[in-house]
């Protein structure tokens, strides 16, 4: 089968699909039936130089879209607009689509997908979370037969990488933003990976396919990772710990938890191992037990691998004449449950005056609070007359700890709470 592709956008996957599709294209055909032939592509600046043939690059996304020669739109632009919008035409002309945008994905997801599902064609975006994990397939396919039970997953490799370095090299956040950045990890502006957003729309289609549902990225708990600090690193050695940005959801009778923030992971766990850029989800399945998937979450060619094995799955059902072979189906509204009811074991640190009565202030505020203390660590300080308070705790609900948390910062003899971090 023949199968004419489209591509918008040639940066950093672009160009890793695009050489792909035209150097191996003889191999691929030979190993998998499909002839894959790149017909177009969009990019906005026409005077850069490029690794493909000159005529196959063009300005105009009309080009793409309204040639109706071109079967397959693959999306590699990045941004919500105008690729969301270019998706949507593409679909609405009868065009195939696969992404690699997790924010439009993330946002419209679901929108794209009943569209395409009226109009007899598919859209994937095995790209969009975690690179070259295979992640989508894993749920929409291998895994269907489960009631998945979580997701706990490291999806962010910048901010991976900079925990990392923050915790070997003890550097501080703003050296470590630095070091990703002259690594071509972070962008200029990182908040979208530092603030925790990229995790947060990865998690929102993760969870969105796991359990059926539109978990839509606003209604995902959003912490980043600005307020953890070097000497948090020492302590959750010291403790038994990995600092990662944790994404986790789960669905506890009925309701959807979804949450990202940073947290400390037990060392033997399989999240704190994950290292440097690399990504990690494990998932949970009432059939299954757990699965864990670990790989590169990002760069061109991961990112080309998710994108080209998603262009032959197309081929396959235009050969079998066969579209929305797995259809998606998400509840609209699904109930979720509050950050305020979520239940998780903290960490505070706090810095204290170093006199009678401190501890037993700050115990009665955990007691009052329905918190109870796990461990308790007491350093001196670097302030003359002031001691370093740390404490763990049991499982307690948010909304528990962050009264804590407040009345504890408010009272007389504590000077600060340094850091609040979640335990696993
Ligand atoms: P990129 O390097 O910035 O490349 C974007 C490409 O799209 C460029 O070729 C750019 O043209 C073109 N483009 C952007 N806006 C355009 C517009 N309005 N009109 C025409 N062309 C436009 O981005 P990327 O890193 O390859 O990422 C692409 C997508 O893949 C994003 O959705 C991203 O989230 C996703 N993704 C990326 C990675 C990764 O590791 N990079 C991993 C997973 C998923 P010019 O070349 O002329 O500037
Ligand atoms: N910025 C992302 C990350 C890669 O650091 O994981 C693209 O999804």
């Known amino acids: 089968v023949e199968l004419n592709v489209g591509l918008l ?8 699909v695009a050489e792909r599709l035209l150097a191996k294209r003889e191999r691929m055909a030979a190993r998998t039936g499909v002839d894959l032939i790149l017909r177009r592509v969009l990019v906005r600046d026409l005077e850069r ?3 493909i043939p000159t005529e196959l690059i063009s300005g105009q996304a009309e080009d793409i879209l ?13 941004g919500e607009e105008p690729a969301r919008s270019y998706l949507e035409r593409a679909i609405r002309s009868g065009k195939h689509v696969v992404t690699a945008n997790k924010v439009v994905m993330a946002k419209h997801g679901p929108d794209l997908l009943e569209l395409a599902g009226s109009k007899d064609v598919d859209v994937y975006f095995e790209a969009a979370v975690g690179g070259g994990i295979p992640l989508i397939s894993t749920f929409k396919v291998d895994l269907i037969a489960n009631e998945i039970e979580s997701i706990a997953a490291v999806i962010n490799g910048t901010t991976n990488y900079m925990l990392g370095r923050m915790a070997s090299a003890g550097i501080s956040f703003d050296e470590a933003v630095a070091e990703a950045q002259a690594a071509g990890y972070a962008e200029a502006d990182p908040s979208a990976d530092v603030d925790g957003f990229d995790a947060v729309y990865k998690l929102s289609i993760l969870a969105s396919i796991a359990f059926g549902a539109r978990v839509h990225p606003d209604s995902v708990f959003r912490e980043g990772i600005r ?11 010291e403790l038994g710990y990995e600092i990662k ?5 789960a669905r506890p009778k009925g309701r959807i ?4 923030h940073p947290a400390m992971i037990p060392l033997h766990h399989p999240l704190a191992t994950v290292e440097g850029a690399f990504n990690a989800v494990q998932i949970t399945g009432d059939l299954v037990g757990d699965v864990l998937l670990w790989g590169q979450g990002a760069g061109g060619r991961p990112t080309a691998s998710a994108v080209v094995g998603d262009l032959l799955d197309v081929a396959h059902s235009i050969r079998k004449g066969s579209f929305n072979r797995v259809a998606m189906r998400f509840d609209a509204d699904p109930a979720m449950l509050p950050m305020a009811e979520v ?12 006199q009678p009565g401190v501890l037993a202030a700050v115990g009665t505020v955990f007691a009052e609070e329905g918190v109870s203390i796990a461990s308790m ?3 001196d300080s670097i302030e003359e007359g002031t001691a370093e308070l740390v404490f763990t705790t049991h499982p307690a609900s948010d909304a528990g700890l962050q009264k804590a948390r407040g009345r504890i910062a408010d009272l007389d003899q504590v000077k600060r709470v340094c850091a609040f971090l979640r335990v696993v």
């Open 9 to 16: 956008g040639l940066g950093t996957v672009g160009a890793e």
């Open 66 to 78: 309204d040639d109706p020669s071109v079967q397959v739109v693959v999306e590699v632009m990045g």
């Open 377 to 379: 660590i007491q350093k």
């Open 49 to 51: 130089p490029r690794g």
């Open 343 to 354: 239940r998780t074991k903290a960490y505070f640190r706090l810095r204290a005056l170093d």
């Open 245 to 249: 940005l944790l994404a986790y959801s």
């Open 257 to 260: 938890e979804a949450r990202v």
């Open 227 to 237: 307020a953890v600090e070097p000497l948090d690193f020492r302590y959750a050695r």
